[in-house]
T-cell receptor, first 117, second 112 residues
Framework: GAVVSQHPSWVICKSGTSVKIECRSL??????MFWYRQFPKQSLMLMATSNEGSKATYEQGVEKDKFLINHASLTLSTLTVTSAHPEDSSFYICSARVFGTGPETQYFGPGTRLLVL | EDKVVQSPLSLVVHEGDTVTLNCSYE??????LLWYKQEKKAPTFLFMLTSSGIEKKSGRLSSILDKKELFSILNITATQTGDSAVYLC????????????FGKGTKLTVNP
């Protein structure tokens, strides 16, 4: 089956630093990748939709200058949390849609736990 | 605003029990409803439902959708400790941005 990886799986950083999270589709091409955030005991909330070769589409309330998304190839999207603060501590999950399939076909990565001190 | 509400938020049962998890939704232009199982990491896909009244089944798990009453249920029979997880319900709408709108999930704990 389709496999999506994320790196790193967890990261601890100081307030004010930037953190980059990678999302890769290992055995398929993904023209569309999604980035979600999940706070404890909360649902997955879509942050942005990333299409290969174009600018990401951010959900309402998500700061595009703070959460930089790059989708430069068909197998890699990156999320950079710039100037991270403790309130950015969360579980970040990406998903990838298989090229040519509907929105239901999303494969999720294992997630990245971010803790900002 | 599209909304997905799951109940109960948490549930503790003993092995062998049968459980029913609920998911109701209010969305414009419904397309499909999906159930996922989330253990410590990323969600894994269980079912996709698009038509009312047609039960989807996989082993001890089954699910059905009622588009008139705008809800779905997920049944797990003869529960096992390995069923302990958070079960997420998500809805996709048609047209515009086809994104997954998730509920908060039901945390199921199955005790031996």
């Amino acid at each position: 089956g389709a496999v999506v990886s994320q790196h790193p799986s967890w990261v601890i950083c100081k307030s004010g630093t930037s953190v980059k999270i990678e999302c890769r589709s290992l055995d398929f091409q993904a023209t569309t990748m999604f980035w979600y955030r999940q706070f404890p005991k909360q649902s997955l909330m879509l942050m942005a939709t990333s299409n290969e070769g174009s600018k990401a589409t951010y959900e309402q309330g998500v700061e595009k200058d703070k959460f930089l998304i790059n989708h430069a190839s068909l197998t890699l999207s990156t999320l950079t949390v710039t100037s991270a603060h403790p309130e950015d501590s969360s579980f970040y999950i990406c998903s990838a849609r298989v090229f040519g399939t509907g929105p239901e076909t999303q494969y999720f990565g294992p997630g990245t736990r971010l803790l900002v001190l | 605003e599209d909304k997905v509400v799951q109940s109960p938020l948490s549930l503790v049962v003993h092995e062998g029990d049968t459980v029913t998890l609920n998911c109701s939704y209010e969305v414009t232009n419904f397309r499909s409803l999906l159930w996922y199982k989330q253990e410590k990491k990323a969600p894994t896909f269980l079912f996709m439902l698009t038509s009312s009244g047609i039960e989807k089944k996989s082993g001890r798990l089954s699910s059905i959708l009622d588009k008139k009453e705008l809800f779905s249920i997920l049944n797990i029979t003869a529960t096992q400790t390995g069923d302990s997880a958070v079960y997420l319900c998500a809805v996709i709408t048609q047209g515009g941005s086809e994104k997954l709108v998730f509920g908060k999930g039901t945390k199921l704990t199955v005790n031996p």
